[in-house]
């Protein structure tokens, strides 16, 4: 597992910390691995979900911070979705 997974996972459950998310969602961290995120809250993990957000270690990380706006990652192309965007939209919203 790598360093930017295992961080990411740490970040999510932290930001998801009495969130009220009754989806699933997974990062693709380009080279990295795969963050699934549900109602139990963030692991290390490539199962199936209602939608999929790719994009590269760097993006991914400046979207963590706060640096990069998700939905500005997404209109650039920095940011993909495949599937729900209902459920990205709400995802984004969390994690605000």
Known sequence: MSDIVNQAVAAL?????????????KFDIEGEGSVVI??????????ETDVTLSADADTFQEIMSGETNPTSAFMTGKL???????????LASVLA
């Open 13 to 25: 459950n932290e930001k998801l910390n009495g969130a009220d998310f009754d989806g699933t969602a």
């Open 38 to 47: 549900d109602s139990s809250g963030a692991r290390a993990s490539d199962e």
């Open 80 to 90: 993909k979705v495949d599937g729900d965007m209902g459920m990205a939209m709400k």
